[in-house]
């Protein structure tokens, strides 16, 4: 069974930054990192390609913010968030698409079959 361990979560102030880690126990096709916040939806922010040339997909929302990276040494993806927003509150999660890759799988909840426990990040005015 994949397992997807994350770190890197905390109290951080508006305006401040913070890097997120996940470390995966099998490489997938491509990885992704969502985020939920209380009452609402589960949404992509980013997605990276792990297998091919590691190509990196944004939700527009976070473009110029986010950035995602990956260290395949390591077994291990990043989100490095700056600039962060109270409205960034949320539980982060990173996940894993162990069967495949494109433009339409990695926007998909759905498409993701591992996922990471969860790790709050909490954006203070």
């Known amino acids: 069974q994949v397992q997807l361990v994350e770190s890197g979560g905390g109290l951080v102030q508006a305006g401040g930054s913070v890097r997120l880690s996940c470390v995966v126990s099998?490489?997938?096709?491509?990885m992704g990192w969502f985020r939920q916040a209380p009452g609402r939806q589960r949404e992509l922010l980013a997605a990276?390609?792990?297998?091919?040339?590691?190509?990196?997909y944004y939700t527009d929302f976070v473009k110029g913010r986010f950035t995602i990276s990956k260290d395949n040494a390591k077994n291990t993806v990043y989100l490095q968030m700056t600039g962060l927003k109270p409205e960034d509150t949320a539980v982060y999660y990173c996940?894993?698409?162990?069967?495949?890759?494109?433009?339409?799988?990695?926007?998909?909840?759905?498409?993701?079959?591992?996922w990471g426990q969860g790790t709050q990040v909490t954006v203070s005015s």
């Open positions: 990276i390609d792990w297998v091919g040339a590691g190509s990196t």
């Open positions: 996940a894993a698409d162990q069967r495949g890759w494109g433009p339409a799988r990695r926007a998909r909840a759905a498409s993701y079959d591992s």
């Open positions: 099998v490489r997938p096709f491509g």
